[in-house]
């Protein structure tokens, strides 16, 4: 978990979205065209918020607790930006004074998810927008940041139920954006380029982990085929 470097990200001025309607509608090559691609992306233009749905969360079982809107910019992802990473987190504190911090405007600072050690799992902010979880904007804009509750100096706070939690979250994400399931797409906060952190840490089981991911993108995979209508094509259930 951390704040600095997150005002790198902070800026609210007109940005690429505004510049993505602005472009779109100066190359369409017709008014009709103008007008769908306008019409698809109105709520990106300065102003104007995108509906959302109180409470909504993106991964069936986690509790929605909201993070302050200082720590989080709106966005419409992946259409504005790809997601392509994770960017795994130690809260350096409980779950309880991680939740306090990403409510508080003051700390600049808050990452989409929250696992305990007892492997329930928080979302603050969804996936669509981007969180100020790593220090750089880059990262931020293409990654899913997800924080596990404890210290890295203590391998006892990561547990087998926070580890089986976290792989099925991180699962559901890759599957959900096409991420590999890798070293270079699963990376933690220290790997992020200009931070000063060094979570996970050194008692962080990477090899662990990544067995866990791909163990729970298989179970999805055939729980999926199994799900799906004979002949037909699976409809993915909302919050999946």
Same mark, same amino acid.
């Given at each position: 978990?951390?704040?600095?470097?997150?005002?790198?990200?902070?800026?609210?001025?007109?940005?690429?979205?505004?510049?993505?309607?602005?472009?779109?509608?100066?190359?369409?090559?017709?008014?009709?065209?103008?007008?769908?691609?306008?019409?698809?992306?109105?709520?990106?233009?300065?102003?104007?918020?995108?509906?959302?749905?109180?409470?909504?969360?993106?991964?069936?079982?986690?509790?929605?607790?909201?993070?302050?809107?200082?720590?989080?910019?709106?966005? !419409? /992802? *992946?259409? $504005? #930006?790809?997601?392509? @990473?994770?960017?795994?987190?130690?809260?350096?504190?409980?779950?309880?004074? %991680?939740?306090?911090?990403?409510?508080?405007?003051?700390?600049?600072?808050?990452?989409?998810?929250?696992?305990?050690?007892?492997?329930?799992?928080?979302?603050?902010?969804?996936?669509?927008?981007?969180?100020?979880?790593?220090?750089?904007?880059?990262?931020?804009?293409?990654?899913?940041?997800?924080?596990?509750?404890?210290?890295? !100096? /203590? *391998?006892? $706070? #990561?547990?087998?139920? @926070?580890?089986?939690?976290?792989?099925?979250?991180?699962?559901?994400?890759? %599957?959900?954006?096409?991420?590999?399931?890798?070293?270079?797409?699963?990376?933690?906060?220290?790997?992020?380029?200009?931070?000063?952190?060094?979570?996970?840490?050194?008692?962080?089981?990477?090899?662990?982990?990544?067995?866990?991911?791909?163990?729970?993108?298989?179970?999805?995979?055939?729980?999926?085929?199994?799900?799906?209508?004979?002949?037909?094509?699976?409809?993915?259930?909302?919050?999946?």
């Amino acid at each position: 978990m951390g704040a600095k470097g997150a005002s790198e990200d902070g800026d609210r001025r007109i940005g690429r979205r505004a510049l993505i309607v602005g472009g779109l509608a100066a190359a369409a090559g017709t008014a009709a065209l103008a007008r769908d691609e306008l019409g698809r992306l109105w709520w990106r233009l300065p102003g104007v918020d995108k509906p959302r749905k109180p409470g909504e969360v993106d991964f069936a079982g986690a509790r929605w607790v909201a993070a302050s809107d200082a720590n989080w910019r709106g966005a !419409d /992802r *992946p259409d $504005d #930006f790809g997601i392509d @990473m994770v960017v795994v987190h130690v809260t350096q504190g409980s779950l309880d004074s %991680a939740v306090k911090a990403f409510q508080n405007p003051g700390h600049k600072a808050a990452a989409h998810y929250i696992v305990g050690k007892d492997g329930r799992i928080t979302q603050m902010i969804r996936e669509l927008d981007v969180a100020y979880h790593a220090g750089n904007r880059d990262y931020n804009e293409r990654s899913i940041g997800i924080e596990h509750e404890g210290f890295v !100096d /203590r *391998p006892e $706070d #990561f547990t087998d139920e @926070m580890y089986a939690a976290s792989a099925r979250l991180t699962a559901r994400i890759c %599957a959900r954006y096409g991420i590999p399931v890798d070293r270079k797409h699963i990376v933690g906060h220290v790997e992020v380029p200009g931070t000063d952190h060094t979570d996970p840490g050194p008692h962080w089981d990477w090899d662990r982990y990544l067995t866990l991911v791909r163990r729970a993108g298989t179970a999805l995979t055939e729980d999926k085929r199994s799900a799906a209508p004979a002949g037909g094509s699976e409809t993915p259930a909302p919050g999946s």
